[in-house]
């Protein structure tokens, strides 16, 4: 039968039943219509397919069932999670299914006031049938809430189900979170899983020696700290999941899309927009909007210094020299550091080592004198020292076998706070308010880490760690935000997370884009870093940035094997310069890596891009402002803003910032000029003032020296104006 044969209006409160379904399949009259109100949604039904629509724009299709495919399936799975890597926070995961019981068709339809639509049926097995109710309501006028439940005696056995629906095969998959190789994931399975991203992630020789001597670290092109459940299609097709228990999105057929979901219960929305920022303002409703960065971030650089009081001080006097425009100090290692065959490591004690800064409120004092502020570092672990053993004593640590789980990060070994426990929320925020924001007057700092919960931990008051995993960073982020917010002037603050999942946006200030490797390449270089950061802008992660030059560094006998030369370190600073941060970091192995200070091109590099970075401040206030109050991201692909250009899908290494301009960053080794798309429009060539333009998109090559990345902007726009009459009268141009 033909889909447009049932397709037709109802009013609520009827029922649809099982003889009513045979009759429809049999040619017989309709005794019922078949098409149902769901508050503005549109959702026609017949014995085993179902298709949404939107009243406003009623041709187009916004999810469907797949033809030929179940729509739903059930089983009995039981799950090997293994944790691995050093440092831990990656996971095996293994599963072995029985049980698998399959949709057929459904058996009744009730409408209810044309707010909420339930479906029942049974998935057929060969043991026994099982029921299922497929509820669909309008919690607002362009989101439907979908949830998937057994019923039944037989139920409770089941703990998996699967959701196929249609696709096509031209269609992109854009977001899942932050995903750092691919852009379009259509053709890929995608765990949503939050873990250590991996080092090397699949980099020829790199990932097989890191997996040789760091149990299997290198990971691989899927891994992400920063998941999300969620996605825009290149046909502006969305959809979430609620459910923070693991899943996967399986998008390798042409024709259908499959979620596996590690529950019995499943519960999501499909979204309606007509544009892609439609789209992230609807889901941003339900993972929250991050709040406006505070002015003092704008003002230029955040200088990441470490190796105490002397260091930093004659940093400070070296950049103050060059002209570096400079927000803050990022002095990671306060708290002390120490020696471990990965590099020098932090002491993790979240107090302040005054054997390792002597005369700290001086550096601070000076610091202040100059506008600029102190940032430091934590994460929620605990190395043996006084903290641990109070957090032991109190029962603020995961257990795990009936002992305190024993986190390893190369020769560290640490505790974890379980922050399924009130107690340890409370505690580890009165640690931050004490030891960072009052003794140390430090204005923010890297909230690290939060992937590692073990999936057999012993948890606070028998809290499920399936359930916790992908909640913990989120729970992480949430109480630095409340340590922030209790001082009363909590816009005052900044931390940025590297881990995180769907609804972290509501809680964190910042994100960055995790451990690169000093590389150049797209794997884990600084072309991952680029499309971490427009992936994760389509997932509500709207303030990203990150490590300026990368932060894994190599070497073997004291020869190094991975490190940053100069020409990277400024072509990740004229990156940088683009986004909501430009943080600079010394790396896991500053003296075999180039630094701001190495050399006078690299200062004046800096200092050029620190006041780019400047420059732009009233512009990226305005869309930090824009993310705060839609959920739009700052750093934007071009199909955001040019859905209908076929040509832009498929672009992974250019960017726009805001609305007003397109970035072409130079990513390769060696490269003077690069080739980017511009689409139709007129658009000024920052650094010439060349005008290009063009009623179509098109593509140019365009000189790219060191110093001129690729930078072109809206002809007349007032952003543009601004950056080039501040430049001039910098006399960087």
Request: proline share 5%; net charge neutral; charged share 20%.
């Amino acid at each position: 039968m033909k889909r447009s044969s049932f397709i037709a209006s109802t009013t609520g409160g009827t029922a649809l039943g099982v003889g009513a379904f045979r009759r429809l399949a049999s040619g017989a009259p309709q005794p019922v219509p078949s098409t149902y109100h769901v508050g503005s949604f549109l959702v026609d039904v017949s014995h085993a397919n179902v298709r949404v629509r939107h009243q406003s724009d009623a041709r187009r299709s916004l999810w469907e069932t797949a033809a030929g495919q179940p729509l739903l399936e059930a089983a009995v799975g039981k799950a090997e999670i293994e944790e691995y890597g050093n440092p831990l926070g990656l996971f095996h995961v293994r599963d072995s299914l029985s049980s698998l019981s399959t949709f057929s068709g459904f058996d009744s339809v009730r409408s209810s006031d044309k707010r909420a639509l339930q479906l029942r049926g049974a998935l057929a097995g060969p043991a026994a049938a099982v029921p299922f109710l497929l509820t669909l309501d309008a919690v607002s006028e362009n989101q439907l809430r979908f949830s998937i439940a057994l019923e039944g005696t037989a139920a409770k056995h089941f703990n998996r189900l699967y959701l196929r629906y249609a696709s096509s095969a031209s269609e992109a998959y854009f977001g899942f979170g932050e995903q750092l190789t691919h852009f379009n994931q259509k053709g890929r399975v995608i765990p949503i899983l939050v873990q250590e991203h991996g080092v090397g992630r699949g980099l020829p020789l790199v990932s097989q020696a890191i997996d040789l001597q760091y149990d299997g670290a290198a990971g691989n092109d899927r891994l992400t700290e920063l998941p999300a459940p969620h996605y825009i299609t290149s046909r502006l097709r969305s959809l979430f999941l609620e459910n923070t228990e693991y899943s996967s999105f399986d998008m390798r057929a042409a024709n259908f899309t499959e979620i596996a979901l590690f529950s019995a219960a499943m519960t999501g929305r499909i979204l309606f927009g007509r544009t892609p920022l439609d789209l992230i303002e609807e889901y941003t409703t339900f993972s929250g909007r991050m709040r406006a960065m505070p002015d003092w971030s704008h003002d230029g650089v955040v200088i990441g210094v470490q190796g105490g009081t002397a260091r930093a001080q004659s940093l400070l006097s070296t950049l103050l020299a060059a002209n570096v425009p400079i927000a803050a100090f990022w002095i990671q290692d306060w708290c002390g550091q120490i020696a471990t065959p990965a590099g020098k490591q932090l002491m993790w004690n979240w107090q302040l080592a005054e054997d390792h800064y002597p005369a700290w409120d001086g550096l601070v004092a000076k610091l202040a004198q100059h506008g600029a502020r102190i940032l430091v570092y934590i994460n929620p672990f605990l190395a043996p020292g006084p903290l641990h053993s109070e957090a032991s004593a109190k029962g603020y640590l995961v257990r795990r076998g009936g002992t305190t789980f024993v986190y390893k990060n190369s020769s560290i070994l640490a505790g974890m706070l379980d922050l399924s426990n009130p107690g340890t929320r409370a505690w580890i925020k009165s640690v931050i308010r004490r030891e960072i924001i009052e003794k140390a007057k430090a204005s923010g700092w890297m909230g690290d880490f939060g992937e590692a919960l073990p999936f057999d931990a012993q948890l606070f008051d028998g809290a499920d760690p399936a359930v916790w995993h992908n909640h913990y960073p989120v729970v992480w982020s949430g109480v630095q935000r409340e340590a922030i917010d209790e001082t009363g002037r909590g816009d005052e603050f900044v931390f940025w997370n590297r881990s995180g999942f769907s609804q972290s946006p509501a809680v964190s200030t910042s994100f960055w884009l995790g451990d690169q490797l000093q590389t150049w390449d797209g794997y884990d270089g600084i072309k991952s870093a680029l499309v971490g950061l427009l992936s994760g802008g389509m997932s509500g992660f709207s303030l990203l940035h990150g490590d300026t030059g990368g932060f894994v560094a190599a070497e073997i006998a004291k020869v190094p094997i991975i490190a940053r030369s100069p020409e990277l370190l400024m072509r990740w600073m004229e990156l940088n310069a683009f986004t909501t941060m430009l943080r600079t970091h010394e790396g896991l192995i500053p003296s075999i890596s180039a630094q701001v200070d190495t050399n006078a091109a690299t200062l004046a590099h800096l200092a050029q891009f620190g006041r780019v970075f400047k420059a732009l401040a009233p512009y990226r206030k305005i869309l930090v402002r824009e993310a705060n109050l839609k959920g739009y991201p700052v750093a934007r692909h071009l199909f955001l803003h040019y859905p209908s250009d076929p040509n832009v899908v498929t672009l992974r290494y250019q960017f726009m910032l805001g609305a007003d301009f397109v970035v072409a960053p130079v990513l390769d080794k060696g490269r003077d000029a690069v080739r980017l798309y511009l689409p139709a429009g007129n658009w000024t060539h920052l650094w010439s003032g060349r005008d290009f333009s063009g009623t179509t998109g098109r593509w140019f090559a365009v000189a790219a020296p060191l110093g001129e990345p690729g930078v072109f902007f809206k002809t007349g726009a007032a952003s543009g104006g601004h950056l080039v009459a501040a430049l001039k009268a910098s006399g960087d141009l």
